[in-house]
């Protein structure tokens, strides 16, 4: 039972798709309206919101989908309202649970149904080019924090995204990071995962998984420590892996030695969650929910953004075998768990005296 993974990747030629959920009498429907979604142009975009309704499907809430390609056109926000309007006509959802900030803008403000907005990350942060934000993003931002107020409750993916809410909204927010698939992401053996990918099985490799044209990924961070080691005599090959398909994702984590993870900025990254639910030794900066997801787990280490710094604690990674506390601690983010999570959040939001919200 469920949403059929394939059966929702788009046609490259449209700008909204719409799909309907299979259940016949589930025991909630929600509308889902995205703007990140996995098609077949950009089979990595947005794999976390295609999986939670997955999970929500599983556990009986019927998941309908609006997807907006903003990324192909900015027309396709302006196509969007009128969609949105027609499904609620006729799926009569009892919640629209909208997914990134930029989707808000064409779903909000309200309808006659209880709404809820689940921000990913840079929609809350902004998008640092550099130390700084651009300016599109400081508008962008302003405006996404204050359409959070048309909500009936948001959801951020960790504490460090909640706390630029207002006091007010805080109390309206849910923090609840994306789930981990831990029957798709799990150890494997290296030697085997890198023959299947044409790597060699002798060297160090370590995984970057990200654009290393965005510069909150901040690549260059990891190149640099490669740089420090390389004069150390420590030989690390650095692998940059962007537009991979999420399929190839688990395979990677199990050939590489570490994963790395640089950014300026995250909100809760899943590439993070996904190592460890590997048991792949991970080196991250301090950024997102990283510290409470890495705290004192074996094999796993938080680097100061500086090229010694991150050398230092990249060159010890390397050389650690893989750790099943990093899986243990991942064991609660479990998807069909975080489902459950998302399913209270619905029913906070049914209940009567949450319709007193919002101005």
């Not at 109390?171 to 060699?200: C, M, T, Y």
């Not at 004069?231 to 994702?249: C, S, Y």
């Not at 984590?253 to 809760?268: K, R």
């Not at 710094?309 to 609660?332: G, I, K, T, Y």
């Amino acid at each position: 039972m469920g949403l059929d993974i394939e059966s929702i990747t788009l046609d490259a030629q449209n700008l909204i798709e719409v799909r309907r959920t299979p259940l016949t009498a589930p025991d909630l429907r929600v509308l889902f309206v995205t703007s990140m979604w996995p098609d077949r142009c950009l089979p990595h975009f947005g794999p976390f919101v295609a999986s939670q309704a997955l999970s929500l499907e599983e556990i009986g809430i019927g998941i309908d989908v609006l997807v907006i390609r903003g990324y192909a056109s900015r027309r396709a926000y302006l196509m969007a309202r009128p969609r949105i309007v027609d499904l609620i006509r006729d799926t009569k959802p009892r919640i629209v649970h909208i997914h990134t900030g930029h989707a808000a803008t064409v779903s909000l403000p309200r309808f006659d149904v209880p709404t809820i907005v689940s921000f990913v990350g840079g929609d809350l942060l902004g998008h640092p080019d550099g130390r700084k934000l651009t300016k599109k993003s400081r508008v962008e931002v302003a405006i996404f924090r204050r359409l959070a107020h048309l909500a009936n409750a948001t959801i951020t993916k960790s504490h460090e995204m909640a706390r630029v809410l207002s006091s007010r909204l805080q109390l309206r927010n849910h923090v609840i990071p994306n789930g981990v698939d831990l029957d798709r992401f799990q150890p494997r053996d290296r030697d085997v995962a890198r023959r299947k990918l044409g790597w060699s099985v002798e060297g160090r490799v370590a995984l970057f998984l990200g654009n290393p044209d965005d510069p909150r990924k901040n690549v260059a961070l990891a190149r640099a420590a490669g740089a420090v080691l390389a004069e150390r005599g420590i030989d690390i090959r650095l692998h940059e892996a962007w537009r991979t398909a999420p399929d190839a994702v688990p395979i990677m984590m199990a050939a590489a030695d570490t994963l790395v993870m640089p950014s300026l900025s995250e909100g809760s990254p899943n590439v993070v969650k996904e190592a460890m639910a590997c048991a792949l030794p991970v080196v991250a900066t301090p950024v997102g929910d990283v510290r409470e997801r890495l705290g004192s787990v074996a094999g796993c280490f938080i680097a100061e953004p500086n090229k010694h710094a991150f050398a230092d604690a990249l060159e010890v990674a390397v050389s650690e075998p893989p750790s099943l506390d990093a899986r243990n601690a991942v064991q609660p983010l479990e998807l069909g768990l975080i489902a459950r999570r998302i399913a209270g959040v619905y029913k906070t939001v049914l209940a009567p005296k949450s319709r007193q919200r919002r101005r």
